[in-house]
């Protein structure tokens, strides 16, 4: 389709209502010199994932495409929240879309090498360069996985098939070799405690990955009241110095660190929707068999 008609096509979702620029709207500065000012315009409107220059082509074809789109300032937490446009485009009839929607989430942020400050009691640790997936493993990703490998799906499922229109819910009931066995297949592997902490804290000693204060809803824990797990991204007020979504509740994250000398239980962090918030700190963090799985342990894949 050409770029005129598509940008028209997209035009479309604000039905009349648009303001001139210049009417008190913030805006994020252009991506790049050509991009155009419409497609910016419609982004901001609807979009609530990472955008960058390599998503542009996917945002197009799935903004121009009948998902159920909202304008962000339309939607509440959690009450709208348990579905999304790009969950709908992972259980779309058409595979194109599908596979459209599962590069958004294939994205990886570089953590630049550098000191984190562990605990409470602010240990410091110097943490080598290394990269972490944006958002962590999504059902459609294991999917993916899944129908490659024909490893074994995880216990909520049936028939080796997610839950229809929740494709961009984290993965849950993977236990940690699951999740290695995953890491592995897409050349990663589980971050460890430290990397984990320095994805989510940066460089100071804050205790949330937006700072040090509670003063809205930022991610999906217990007080936000959505009962089950909620689709990446809808959070984006929790999103990490670095540019991580989802680091802090939602689902707990394995990690590569053991907790005991006999290798038994493995360290889990972030907190998840079950818990309440005093869990879901960027120092927050707990332990389970390396054998168990259930509804609020998933994770994130780190390279």
């Known amino acids: 389709m050409p770029i005129e008609n598509q940008m028209a096509k997209l035009i479309q979702l604000d039905s009349g209502d648009r303001k001139p620029y210049d009417m008190f709207q913030p805006r994020r500065p252009p991506l790049q010199s050509d991009t155009s000012e419409d497609l910016q315009f419609i982004v901001d409107q609807y979009w609530s994932w990472h955008f960058d220059p390599s998503v542009t082509n996917a945002a197009m074809i799935l903004l121009m495409t009948d998902l159920g789109w909202k304008k962000t300032s339309q939607l509440s937490v959690p009450l709208g929240a348990l579905t999304s446009p790009l969950g709908r485009a992972l259980s779309h009839s058409d ?3 599908r596979d459209t929607a599962l590069t958004v989430f294939d994205s990886q942020i570089e953590i630049p090498a550098g000191t984190v400050l562990i605990g409470e009691d602010l240990t410091s640790v110097f943490v080598d360069a290394f990269k972490v997936g944006r958002y962590p493993v999504t059902n459609a990703q294991y999917k993916r996985f899944i129908d490659a490998t024909d490893h074994r ?26 999740a290695g066995v995953y890491a592995d297949w897409v050349g990663g592997r589980l971050p460890s ?11 100071d000693d804050r205790l949330f990955t937006w700072g040090s204060e509670i003063d809205k809803p930022r991610c999906n824990t217990a007080e936000a009241g959505a009962r089950t797990t909620t689709p990446v991204g809808t959070f984006p007020g929790g999103i990490s110095r670095f540019g991580c979504y989802d680091l802090l509740g939602n689902v707990w994250e394995w990690t590569s660190t053991w907790y005991d000398e006999n290798r038994h239980f493995r360290v889990v962090r972030g907190g998840a929707w079950y818990y309440n918030h005093d869990h879901a700190t960027c120092i927050g963090y707990d332990l389970f068999s390396k054998e168990y799985t259930e509804f609020v342990i998933g994770f994130r894949v780190c390279f």
């Open 193 to 203: 405690f430290e990397e984990w902490e320095r994805a989510a804290r940066g460089d």
């Open 95 to 97: 595979p194109d879309i």
């Open 153 to 178: 799906s995880p216990y909520s499922w049936e028939d080796n098939q997610f839950q229809l229109n929740t494709g961009d819910h984290p993965v849950v009931w993977v236990n940690c070799e699951d």
